[in-house]
């Protein structure tokens, strides 16, 4: 993207259909609408942004995108995605709670993901809801490739009372990464954990961060069977949707992986 075309003049007419599509989004508000009555509004909601966001009023989004203070890609390098992807990402990340700046969502593979900002700032826009999370020092395992993390979640909901949930939640890290990180990536984990446990939903979260860009060396070293083997068990964990998944990988798991499958499986039972 060259300088010239993000270097984009706000018009008075694009402000008057921010205001409108803002009025789209406000409509999905309303918490008594449920099953059929909220899938019309939502879908009718998604037709209507596609008609307001225009090339005109995608110029300055588009802008956005690649930028800390608008929304990052795994693109960013390359130019970034092209208006299409970005408009669908658009519509799936408002409707959903997040804004299109402050990093509150980031796209990944072509598909909206929220990050630790955007369900900070989602949680905080749910009317009568209290929440806290506080984490615990990161376990790192011995190959410094991931780390499970003990969050404490607690919250108040309306009239409920206080709720409070501990999960070991599972991280991937390199040997770039410190205790920092992993408690960056818990959190965001955690706070995701409770957006879908408060809206019911199963909203995904992520980081471009998370994407593994590697440094090459002028001479790579030489990747040792066992470094392959620990690397394919990290993936199946980490993949694993159900209790029922993890219990097969189990039977053959190394035992110095256990921690991370413990972690897993705490994971898998606090959602």
Same mark, same amino acid.
């Given at each position: ?50 008609l307001l966001l225009t090339p005109e009023y995608m110029k300055p989004i588009m802008a956005l995108q690649g930028n ?5 890609? /795994? ?104 205790? /920092? ?30 994407? /593994? ?59």
């Open positions: 993207m060259s300088k010239q075309e993000t270097n984009v003049a706000v018009t008075d007419k694009q402000i008057e259909l921010a205001k409108k599509l803002n009025g789209v989004v406000a409509v999905l508000g309303n918490e008594t609408m449920q099953g059929f009555e909220r899938a019309f509004q939502i879908a009718n909601a998604i037709q209507e942004l596609k800390k203070l608008g929304f990052k890609t /795994d693109k960013d390098t390359s130019g970034g995605y092209p208006e299409e992807v970005v408009k669908n990402c658009l519509i799936e990340a408002v409707l959903t709670g997040f804004a299109p700046y402050e990093n509150q969502f980031n796209i990944i593979s072509g598909s909206m993901y929220g990050t630790k900002e955007g369900f900070g700032a989602a949680l905080n826009k749910i009317k009568g809801l209290n929440w806290d999370i506080i984490p615990s020092l990161p376990r790192i395992n011995a190959a410094k490739d991931g780390a499970a993390v003990l969050m404490k979640i607690t919250w108040i909901y309306g009239s409920e009372p206080e709720q409070s949930k501990e999960i070991d939640f599972a991280v991937k890290m390199n040997q770039y990464a410190g205790t /920092d990180a992993a408690i960056g990536k818990a959190t965001r984990k955690a706070r995701a954990w409770l957006f879908n446990k408060i809206n019911g939903t199963e909203v995904g979260e992520g980081d471009v961060q998370d994407v /593994d860009f590697k440094v090459v060396p002028n001479k790579p070293e030489p990747v040792t069977k066992e470094a392959k083997e620990d690397e394919r068990w990290q993936l199946l964990i980490a993949d694993c949707k159900s209790l029922v998944g993890l219990r097969e990988l189990e039977k053959n798991l190394p035992e110095h992986l256990k921690e991370v499958f413990i972690a897993k499986k705490n994971e898998l039972m606090g959602s």
